[in-house]
């Protein structure tokens, strides 16, 4: 299978090319050529397997240029020993139809950990087939859990070197702690001023910079990218859907009318990957697509124009805290009739006015797959109070938001199909929200407010979080987005 450019198809590539670069050279994402198709023979052979098993049959339909062994190794690499009981992505139940995807099972407690566990097997074998012995710079731009979920991932992995950009006020104080006292000696954590927007426009643009890359050549660098813009990011993500549906099936629930999928999102790329789920045969009825206070994305389905010109707002589910949406790209490719002249030509307008109109027949492709909706910072604390309530079950402001819009969306269609929620996040990394949304008064010591979430939810703090406790500070530059330059300058030590 090879893969396209969203802003040049004729830009054909190999996978291992798309993954070892991340972005095109004009700046496009790139995507497969087509997807392969499951059928129904297919999902009850992954009803038999573990997720490891899953992993490997839908990697191998992506990932044509990789051998078996190759890919045996970076699944097996990546999943087993590094998840609670090996089950990466668990479901909970609330009530007879709604079910929870728990992606937050992995060593940084977010969903991230899915993709970012195994993107440093795709990533080094790729750039084994074609980047000629260059030294891997990893460069990301993060809004809270991709930062540290990236970090732990290329951790000490040889040959690469990773360098992450978080907003200074942008995260929740354990989401800056992970990243602050990451260990290893190949990774580089810094501050901006400015938010994630800002973080991600720059990076877009320091990858780009040609005559950067020609610094990095001399150097025997390249970039790469670890952002959901990757398919090596992307791909993971598929596999979860795929294998939530099959978990299901397992279950002997009644999917004879489909499912629906309700996602928390702000880059875009985790409800993408449900998308691509859905056109590869897992019989999704409607995409709900949940934003926080920034909702571009909710206004971008229900109008057709993506406006990025407006307040933005720091809320208490600050990964979903964007307003340029990367992975969108993805979507306008596909649903255009993959017109890369059209799609680039959005893109420009995006950047040179801050927003873009889709057409009509877009615009009437998305009000049918998807339903957007969105909530403030007060009805995410009622949803995680009332959900704790009434199911006993501990959720995070993510999720709540995801929980809310999908009640919303249910109350306005009547629509009671069976529905799987992302839920992207331990509520222990937003401790201070969910402590306050039950009712309770938060401390100025973060650990006291851990150790009293848990005390009166009678919850487990997860390990990764628990030792933060004793973790040592080892990064505190703070950088302007303009001196970004400079901060990747320094971190790779040239000049």
Known sequence: MNYVSTRDSKNVVSSSFAIAHGISKEGGLFVPESLPKLNENDFNNLKNLSYVDRAKFIFKLFL??????????????????????????????????????????????????LALQILPFLLTTSAGKVSGGNKSVILVATSGDTG????????????????????????????????????????????????????????????????????????????????SINWGRLCPQIVYYVSAYVDMLSTGADLSNGINI??????????????????????????????????????????????????????????????????????????????????????????????????????????????????????????????????????????AVAVNVYNKYKDETGDNLPVIIASTASPYKFANSVLAALGEDVSDDKFKTLDKLSDITKTDIPKPINDLKTATVRFTDVYSKEDMYNAVNKSLGIN
Request: net charge negative; charged share 25%; proline share 3%.
């Open 64 to 113: 044509t240029d990789f051998t078996d062994e190759e890919i045996d190794k970076c699944v097996k690499g990546a999943y087993i020993g590094s998840f609670d009981d090996d089950k990466p992505a668990p479901m909970s139940k609330l009530g007879d139809n709604v079910n929870i995807l728990e992606l937050w099972h992995g060593p940084t407690c977010a969903f991230k950990d």
């Open 262 to 399: 309700c996602v928390p999102t702000g880059n875009f790329g985790n409800i993408l990957a449900a998308y691509y789920a859905k056109l590869m045969g897992v019989p999704i009825k409607k995409l709900i697509c949940a934003s926080n206070k920034n909702r571009v994305l909710t206004d971008f389905i229900n109008t057709g124009v993506y406006n990025r010109n407006r307040e933005f707002y720091l809320t208490s589910s600050p990964s979903m805290d964007i307003l340029i949406s990367s992975n969108l790209e993805r979507l306008l490719y596909d649903l255009s009739g993959c017109d890369d002249g059209y799609v680039a030509s959005l893109l420009s307008d995006l950047s040179k006015k801050g927003e873009y109109e889709i057409n009509g027949e877009m615009k009437e492709k998305i009000s049918n797959l998807f339903y957007g909706g969105s909530c403030d910072d007060n009805e995410t604390a009622a949803t995680i109070n009332e959900t704790f309530e009434k199911y006993g079950y501990l959720i995070d402001t993510h999720t």
């Open 148 to 227: 540290k979920a990236a970090l732990e991932g290329f951790c000490d992995v040889p040959n690469t070197e990773i360098i992450v950009f978080y907003p200074e006020n942008g995260v929740s104080e354990m989401q800056k702690l992970q990243m602050a006292s990451q260990k290893g000696e190949n990774v580089h954590v810094c501050a901006i001023k400015g938010n994630f927007d800002d973080a991600q426009t720059a990076v877009k643009k320091i990858f780009t910079d040609n005559d950067f890359k020609k610094k990095l050549s001399e150097n025997k660098m390249e970039f790469s990218s670890a952002n």
